[in-house]
């Protein structure tokens, strides 16, 4: 029974979704709101400050546990390790409202869909549905599931036809005024937060609610001008924080403002087409494509006709992108999963442009809203600014430990404090206010805000180096990476691919190369045929487009697109390209050719095909490029050449990045309707045309990047669509694999038949030498390769496909595999945002670079995503650089440091300044003083404020260490420095609160403060006017208090050079000009209000007079302590050889995964395996057979 209780109260939202969410349901108590109304008036309000803060302590006090489905509120908690609390309050649509609705059956369903969750959502015979709405999505109560279910989208279980049938001509307006009530307006509203709200919310951080407290403490003690100092700096930072935001908030409105307003020409099924606004658009709806450029407002998938797209707003790539309409098949799986990975070719996003529409002989093209609103591509995109996931969690959470530590020690502060004042018999309120104040010393309430100013300044000069940043709090991430997974096409390598030569097939042999440039043009033929018109090219302001691979194909061929086509009229006519040959072209028998249909090309299929009809004849041919292992799949195996692999490996070994071309005469009618042609049917049965050879050179700042990377010992890792030969062939022409290392190139099968699923491992150099080793040699003569340190000198490197079996089959043995593979092959998006998971699992903290088309869910997946982009910030990512070369890495790498060591440094300072006052504070207290007004004015304004602006404005420094800075506040050399620092203080300023009284011209109750000038004996002299009482004056006139103001205050300056640590993170502390010379400022006037014997400073100041020896002595002791902390900081703590040295005589080893997987591999004597073939077998043993390799559709 509680069972069944606790699985209707506590339900899962978005399951197995990035953002999965916990639902708990709450029902209102009458009488516990009167409690908690009571609770916060009697409280002043700080128990309903306490709920804003903690909302599920709200829900807790004021509500019943009960299920779901009687909940008026609703607990949401995150799934993740951070576990934050939402309250969401139940709402309920009445659709009785509906006049279309008055007078029907209450037993028909209200949405034709019988699929649909609404049909399910309604509540009978009342007409409602019980709501609610989670960072701009809503979900609504299932009766069936009993669970919420998010309402916007067409459910993912339509098939192909069911699409077709159920949405093709449209919804009736009955069921589109349901679905705009159900699914709210199609917009994507980002409102302009008012002010007030992004006040209120600013003032309401634990931050500045415990600043105010220490106002109002140190305001009724009468410290005006330093309270008043904190009032305007806090309202100035205030200020700056909600201009911030409000700016933020505009231009996210203005950006996305402009596609809630699109005219669409909708089809409703009674009433026929007429133009709406998008804003009325609902899932379902059937709108025209009619030719015109429009910016999406929908996500919709294409059902009739195609178009051409431009989505750089989503990958950051523009170039255009070919649609095709959704199948009309009899299929029984969803339309996702029949069109697999490549669904998206169906698919328009939201905020992509549609550039260009090919009319169908039914007239224009024609598609149905997917999703609307927030639930769109660029919904999605909008909501991940609006809601950033929490990143670093580890160094805020360290931060409030911290603080939680220095509370205790303020609480103990405070005991101290109640204790002798009440032995003294003082009045209650002084005995409060000298305890709460002694509290707030220790405490010092600007860490958080520290933490990210070394941030904020790291993302001002990354700017300047043109990358660009969402997410700031992200770049102290950067300083933890130590593995970076690149693409290569683009990335690592040029974008532009030169043509080199291209390898004809004839009667399954290999013809004379043909090479580029060359004087005679490419001679007619099926393989100048296929190069000619198998492409996506397309002609847009009298400029050619598309593909830069397609391009350079193009142009090898020296044909013309005849851009006057796109121009003909007559139905159908605009879905043909036609391309000619050019005046420099090899004379050809035809006079064009006419492309009339396009299969386009996917990272999922890595092919590509088009059929086409040269002009005047009726046959129809169909031509196919992609991947030569693919392509030689679908040719008849007669047509390929017995040594294609043999070839295919001579090119790819060289890095070259070859393309197999393949041809096809198709038998069709005439007259045929090109839409309904079967995609898998027509790619069957080829003949195989040869191999097209393209080049594909380095960048030039790949190979120093990829050096300083290995140099400063992070792993560098290629994730490829490209072939698996070249891809090895260009990571050692990068460096990634040294001349020297091994390539393990590791093949997975999934099982066939009875035989299970194998593994087979193969050392790259030695293929040769092994396809002569007769089958009969037994398979244990595994060779062993050495371990050097902590680098291996051997690589595995593998391709998507044999990814995909090591995960299902073995994946016992992917962190072995993990630990060395350098190169991934001919892997697919979601492969690589898989890769980049099991890494991180690891415990690497990864880095990935790519160029933002097909990388997308590897770049939001990693720690730190990098797009290489021309746009100022790519969807893709968090970080954008727009020169388009790897050197941003190693930049983010060296910034992310430096801020990550300023965060710290900035932490260690405050923690220190909070303890030197603290210290010295409770001294005075002792007998029964405290510092003067001017004197913390001075330590708090002048000298810790500025500090803390200036501090974290050192820059990276240009070398890459080889090892990272600490990632922890709490970690061994940063507590110690903490500590001994502390204990330094201690000692210091004990000894100077004790020597002082031994003194033979100490006196305890002195009222005299002026020297004379002559013999610097002491003449007695009245209080002087700056306009406090004579009681005040007593608590701080005193010779402890004048020795001990310039030993804390000379010691803040102190520790504030002392923790501005230069190399090897951050460049020395001199070239952090502002910094340096405020601290010689500070140091000098410090020295000038000791020194200078001048009556309005002392009486200013609240200064005793005390010999010029005195002074010296303390200077003296300010000397040695600086002389200790520097020693002890910068010999000691930042010795990293000496931290080695105690690790290793402790017997401390890392416990990240990576590092237990290295340790167990290098005594491991069966490990790399090369040369063998292991079975998932049902025994645990391993089964070793023949080397061979066998020759998959991969080499």
């Given at each position: 029974m509680e069972e069944k209780l606790w699985k209707d109260h506590c339900v899962l939202l978005n399951k197995d979704e990035e953002n999965e969410l916990a639902t708990f349901g709450y029902k209102t108590q009458g009488w516990r709101r009167i409690l908690c109304i009571a609770g916060y008036i009697l409280s002043c309000g700080a128990l309903l400050l306490l709920f804003y803060w903690k909302p599920e302590w709200d829900v807790w006090a004021n509500c019943i546990r009960c299920s779901l489905e009687e909940a008026d509120v609703v607990l949401l908690r995150t799934t993740d390790e951070f576990q934050r609390y939402t309250r969401k309050k139940v709402t309920w649509i009445d659709l009785s409202t509906l006049a279309l609705l008055v007078g029907s059956n209450s037993d028909d369903p209200l949405v034709a869909d019988e699929d649909s969750v609404i049909n399910r959502a309604v509540m009978k015979p009342q007409l409602k549905v019980r709501c609610i709405q989670v960072q701009k999505i809503r979900y609504i109560w299932d009766f069936s599931v009993r669970e919420f279910k998010k309402v916007g989208s067409l459910e993912d279980s339509n098939t192909c036809h069911s699409i077709h049938h159920k949405f093709g001509a449209g919804l009736t307006r009955k069921e589109q005024k349901i679905r705009q009530l159900v699914c709210g307006p199609n917009a994507i509203e980002v409102e302009i937060r008012p002010i007030w709200k992004l006040l209120f919310k600013e003032i309401l951080n634990p931050f500045y609610v415990f600043q105010a407290f220490t106002l109002v403490l140190w305001l009724s003690q009468g410290y005006t001008e330093y309270s008043v100092a904190i009032i305007i700096l806090s309202i100035i930072s205030i200020c700056l924080t909600v201009y911030d935001l409000r700016q933020q908030s505009t231009k996210l409105h203005d950006l996305v403002e402009e596609h809630n307003k699109v005219q669409v020409t909708v089809c409703t099924k009674s009433e026929g087409c007429k133009e709406l606004e998008s804003h009325y658009l609902v899932p379902g709806d059937m709108f025209l494509l009619d030719g015109k450029k429009l910016s999406l407002p929908c996500d919709a998938v294409l059902i009739d006709g195609s178009c051409v797209v431009n989505e750089g707003m989503l990958t950051g790539e523009s170039i255009p992108v070919t649609k095709t309409p959704l199948p009309l098949v009899e299929s029984p799986m969803p339309w996702k999963t029949h069109s697999m990975e490549d669904y998206r070719r169906h698919v328009l996003f939201c905020g992509t442009e549609v550039i260009q529409t090919k009319l169908t002989g039914r007239g224009p093209a024609r598609a149905v809203v997917l999703q609307t609103g927030f639930n769109t591509a660029k919904g999605d995109l909008v909501r991940s600014i609006l809601y950033p996931k929490p990143v670093n969690f580890k160094l805020?959470?360290?931060?409030?430990?911290?603080?939680?530590?220095?509370?205790?020690?303020?609480?103990?502060?405070?005991?101290?404090?109640?204790?002798v004042f009440m032995s003294h018999e003082k009045p209650v309120a002084d005995v409060v206010a000298m305890a709460f104040l002694l509290l707030t010393l220790a405490v010092p309430p600007t860490v958080p805000a520290a933490l990210t100013t070394g941030t904020v300044y790291a993302q001002r000069r990354?700017?300047?180096?043109?990358?660009?940043?969402?997410?700031?709090?992200?770049?102290?991430?950067?300083?933890?990476?130590?593995?970076?997974?690149?693409?290569k096409t683009g990335t690592l390598t040029e974008d532009?691919?030169?043509?080199w030569g291209i390898i004809p097939s004839e009667g399954s042999r290999f013809q004379k190369i043909h090479k580029f440039p060359s004087s005679t043009p490419l001679p007619w033929g099926p393989v100048c045929g296929a190069m000619a018109s198998c492409h996506s090219l397309l002609v847009l302001d009298k400029k050619i487009q598309g593909d830069p691979l397609d391009l350079k194909m193009f142009e090898g061929t020296c044909w013309e697109i005849d851009d006057s086509s796109a121009a003909q009229d007559g139905a159908g006519a605009l879905d043909t390209c036609i391309v000619r040959p050019g005046p420099k072209a090899s004379s050809a028998p035809v006079e064009g050719i006419a492309i009339l249909h396009q299969f386009p090309f996917s990272s999922g299929l890595q092919r590509m095909s088009v059929v086409s009809q040269k002009?005047?004849?009726?046959?129809?041919?169909?031509?196919?490029?992609?991947?030569?292992?693919?392509?030689?799949?679908?040719c008849r195996q007669e047509t390929v050449p017995a040594d294609f692999l043999k070839e295919l490996k001579t090119y790819t070994s060289q890095g070259f990045r070859v393309i197999a071309l393949a041809h096809k005469v198709l038998n069709l009618g005439k007259d045929v309707d090109m839409s309904n042609l079967e995609r898998e049917e027509a790619e069957s049965g080829l003949v195989f045309l040869g191999l097209l050879v393209m080049e594909n050179s380095l960048k030039q700042e790949t190979k120093p990047v990829l050096q300083e990377l290995t140099a400063a010992r992070i792993r560098s890792v290629m994730v490829t669509g490209d072939n698996l030969q070249t891809a090895v062939t260009v990571a050692k022409n990068a460096g990634m694999i040294h001349m020297g290392s091994k390539v393990i190139l590791v093949e997975a099968n999934e099982p066939e038949g009875s035989a299970p699923a194998s593994i087979a491992w193969r050392l790259a150099e030695d293929s040769k030498a092994n396809t002569a080793v007769p089958r009969e040699v037994c398979a244990n003569t595994e060779e062993k390769i050495t371990l050097e340190g902590e680098t291996s000198n051997y690589h595995f490197a593998m391709n998507g496909k044999s990814y995909q079996v090591i995960m299902k089959h073995f994946y016992n043995l992917l962190p072995k595999i993990l630990v060395n593979?350098?190169?991934?092959?001919?892997?697919?998006p979601g492969q690589k945002s898989s890769l980049i998971e099991e890494f991180q699992k690891l415990n690497y903290c990864v880095g990935m670079c790519g160029d933002g088309a097909n990388d997308c869910g590897a770049l939001k997946m990693a720690h730190a995503g990098i797009s290489l982009s021309e746009q100022e910030a790519?969807?893709?990512?968090?970080?954008?650089?727009?020169?388009?070369?790897?050197?941003?890495?190693p930049e983010l790498i060296r910034e992310g440091r430096a801020a990550l060591v300023a965060s710290f440094a900035v932490v260690k300072y405050l923690t220190l300044y909070g303890m030197i006052q603290f210290i010295?504070?409770?001294?005075?207290?002792?007998?029964?003083?405290?510092?003067?007004?001017?004197?913390?004015?001075?330590?708090?304004?002048?000298?810790?404020?500025?500090?803390?602006?200036?501090?974290?404005?050192t820059e990276a420094y240009p070398k890459l260490a080889p090892y990272r800075p600490p990632s922890q506040l709490i970690s061994p050399p940063l507590l110690l420095s903490i500590i001994l620092n502390v204990c330094f203080a201690i000692i210091m300023q004990t000894s100077g609160f004790l020597?002082?009284?031994?003194?033979?011209?100490y006196v305890a109750l002195a009222s005299q403060r002026h020297c004379s000038p002559g013999n610097q004996t002491v003449s007695p002299t009245s209080p002087g006017g700056n306009g406090t009482s004579s009681s005040a004056q007593s608590s701080v006139l005193s010779y402890e208090d004048t020795t001990l103001w310039p030993l804390t205050s000379i010691h803040c300056i102190i520790v504030a050079f002392v923790f501005s640590k230069g190399k090897p993170f951050r460049k020395p502390i001199y070239t952090n000009y502002i910094f340096s010379v405020l601290l010689a400022l500070q140091l000098a006037i410090c020295l000038f209000l000791f020194f200078a014997d001048i009556d309005a400073v002392y009486s200013g100041m609240q200064f005793l007079c005390t010999p010029v020896i005195w002074r010296v002595y303390i200077l003296l002791m300010l000397l040695v302590t600086f002389c200790i902390s520097f020693f002890t900081e910068d010999v000691i703590l930042q010795n990293k050889h000496l931290w080695l040295l105690l690790k290793a005589w402790f017997g401390y080893q890392s416990k990240s995964q990576y590092r237990k997987w290295q340790r167990m591999l290098q005594t491991d004597p069966n490990w790399p395996p090369a040369n063998t073939k292991d079975l998932a077998a049902k025994s645990t043993e391993e089964i070793y057979i023949n080397p061979t390799y066998e020759h998959s559709n991969e080499d």
């Open positions: 805020y959470r360290d931060a409030f430990k911290f603080i939680v530590g220095l509370s205790v020690i303020g609480v103990f502060g405070l005991i101290y404090t109640v204790c990354l700017k300047k180096k043109k990358i660009f940043c969402i997410s700031p709090q992200r770049i102290n991430i950067c300083g933890q990476i130590n593995l970076v997974c690149f693409d532009g691919l030169d043509l002009i005047g004849e009726e046959q129809y041919d169909l031509y196919m490029k992609g991947a030569p292992e693919i392509v030689s799949s679908f593979a350098t190169v991934f092959a001919r892997m697919s790519s969807v893709a990512s968090p970080f954008t650089s727009q020169i388009p070369n790897i050197q941003c890495v010295g504070t409770a001294l005075l207290f002792w007998q029964l003083q405290i510092f003067g007004n001017h004197q913390y004015l001075i330590q708090d304004v002048i000298i810790t404020l500025l500090v803390c602006l200036t501090m974290s404005l020597l002082v009284r031994q003194q033979p011209w």
